[in-house]
Each structure stands twice: as C-alpha cells, then as structure tokens.
C-alpha cells in the first residue's frame, strides 16, 4: 500500500510539472511576435540598418517601388515598438528593400501586451534616398533654428551723448511787455550720461539733461547815451538743466539694443538778461524723469540711438517770483527728441 500512494505522488508530481511545463513553453511563445509578409517582387538582401523608417503620419516615397507588406504581430509584453521595427525592418531588407513605410500602429493593451505594426516594404533609387536625407537635415535645422533663444546679455557698460528738440510746458514763460521775437518754451535739448546693466538685464545710471531757449526784445527803445554796440535788440535766455541717477533696464541682440530708465534728480533754471543784468535769476528745485531709447548697432560697441522722453520739475524761489511767472513755486513738464551716439563697453 505505501508503495502505491508514493506512486500517485509521483505521478501528481509529475503532472503538476508537465502542465507547468506546457505553461512557461506557452508563456514564452506568446511573447515571440509573428512576422507575417506578403512579397510581390524582390531583389538582392540589403543591410537592415540601411533601411530607413517612414512613421505613421508621413506619406511614404511616391515614386519608391513597392515590393510587399510586413505585419508584426504577438502578445507578449516584451515585444517593445523598437523591437518590432527591427524586425519589419530585417524582412524589408530580406527582400532587397531600404525603405519601410508604416501604414498601421497599434499600442499594447490588456489583452494584447505587444506593439502592433503594419508597413510596406520599399526599394528607392539612391539619389531618392539622398534627397530625403537633405530634406530631413533641413527640416530639423529648422526646428533647431526656430527654438527661442534667450537673449545674451548686453555689455554691461554705456555712454551716450544726444541732441535734438525740447519743448517746455509750464505756466511760467518769459514775457516782458515791448514783444519778443521767439519763445522760451521750444529750444536745443541735449544730453550724457553713462549706465551699468548686469545680466538680468536691470542696473544703475546718472543722466545730464540740458535745455537752451531765447528771444529778442523787439520794441527796444534806444538810448542815445548807450554806445552803438550795446543799443542793439536785446536778448532773452533761458536755461534748464537737470541731473540725477536712474534705474536702467537694457536688453539687446546683434542688431538693437533697447534702454529704459527711470530715476529722480535736481533742476536749476537761469535766466539772463542782456536787456537789463539785474533781472536775471538762478531758482533750484527737484525733478523726475523716464526715457526710452532704441539704438542701432554699428558693431558690437558703436550704436546710432534715438532717445524720447519727459522731465518733470518743480522749481521754488524762496526770495521771490519765478521770471515769467507771478509764484514762488512753478511747475515744469519737458518733453524731448534727440539722438545720438552710443558706445558699449
């Protein structure tokens, strides 16, 4: 009686194993993918790696003979899509052909664990080939050359130097009875001034503004006791200058570079009279200013700019009036064009 239960154990064993067996064979066979073909006409065996991929999405070679179809096909997990291409690619090159055309791709799912794929299998001639190879090299360095690009930053110092127009708006204006001939409130604007940027592009500078206006007295009346020289239509001047540190934001590329500054400073008005010395006067006050500028690059440290901004002052005459004006305390806005040349260092 032992002797027969250790055979039903052996025997059970056995079986046990045997289906295991058939379990793991099936398991692994499962995991092999299936290459099915369908050849039409076929030349020499080529080399698989010379046999170029064309995905699903892209319209295959036109004028590339077609020489059959692959499928590879399976559900076992380990059939990766490259491992599927390399062996759609292996037939292609079995039939003489160097161009595979993917027509059909299916992902792994829960029943079917393997990349799916379907493709032709093509022949081009060698200048074909070649032309899609150009192609292809343009196209990605066109995709390369389309990436944005941070811009570099700017050489981190500037000095500049422009002149041009200024026009002041205020409520006081030089006007002495008799008439004049011109006005105060358009003149010569110019300016300098040198900044430091670091590579967030942001910094620190110090701008000089200076404005010059003038007129005639046109009803002068002479007297007889001046001599000659001094008996000619007299004139009227007007100064404003202003200085005063800035913030500075600056970016700039090969051919541009663009600048905005901020920053607060003082203001000093003079007056001269040639008509009459003791009338004229020197006020102070404070000021505010922005401007902005675009500069053309010469090279990398010469530019050619054009700058447009506003100052504005607020002048007070602790002694007396502004000239021009029946208040100790006037208002100025002043507006500016200029341009000039800038240097990059």
């Known amino acids: 009686m032992a002797k027969r239960t250790e055979n039903k154990k052996e025997n059970g064993c056995y079986a046990i194993g045997k ?25 020499p065996a080529t080399q698989a790696d010379d046999v170029q991929v064309f995905k699903t999405g892209t319209n295959r070679p036109y004028s590339a003979e077609l020489l059959g179809k692959v499928a590879v096909k399976g559900n076992g997990y ?17 039939t003489g052909g160097n161009a595979l055309a993917i027509t059909e791709h299916k992902e792994p799912t829960i029943l079917v664990s393997c990349h799916q794929i379907k493709g032709e299998m093509l022949r ?25 690009r941070k811009l570099p930053p700017p050489l981190p110092i500037h000095i500049y130097g ?92 090969k051919h541009w570079s ?27 006050g404070m000021g505010l200013h922005y401007q902005l500028s675009a500069d053309y690059l010469l090279n990398k440290h010469v530019g050619i700019g054009v700058n447009a901004g506003m100052i504005y002052g607020n002048i007070y005459d602790e002694d007396g009036v502004i000239p021009g004006s029946m208040d100790q305390s006037v208002e100025f806005y002043r507006i500016f064009i200029n341009g000039g040349l800038h240097f990059y260092f």
Not at 258 to 284: C, H, P, Q, W
């Open 124 to 148: 081009m001639k060698t200048q074909q080939r070649e032309q899609i190879r150009k192609a292809d090299s343009l196209e990605l360095a066109s995709r390369k050359s389309i990436k944005p």
């Open 162 to 253: 422009n002149g041009g127009f200024g026009h002041v708006f205020s409520k006081a204006y030089h006007d002495i009875p008799g008439g004049l001939s011109g006005t105060f409130k358009n003149g010569v604007d110019f300016q300098g001034g040198i900044d430091w940027v670091g590579k967030k592009f942001m910094g620190v500078g110090i701008l000089y503004s200076g404005y010059r206006s003038g007129a005639y007295h046109t009803n002068f009346v002479r007297n007889p006791d001046y001599p000659k020289e001094q008996t000619a239509n007299p004139k009227s001047r007007m100064h404003l200058d202003y200085i005063g540190p800035e913030f500075v934001m600056r970016a700039a590329n």
């Open 19 to 43: 289906w295991f067996a058939w379990a793991v064979a099936l398991l692994v066979t499962s995991c092999s993918p299936k290459v099915v073909t369908e050849i039409y006409h076929s030349y």
């Open 258 to 284: 663009l600048r905005y500054g901020i920053g607060a400073g003082a203001f000093i008005l003079n007056v001269e009279e040639e008509m009459d010395f003791s009338m004229g006067k020197t006020v102070k």
């Open 78 to 94: 380990t059939a990766r899509y490259d491992q599927v291409v390399a062996l759609a690619k292996a037939e292609t090159a079995k």
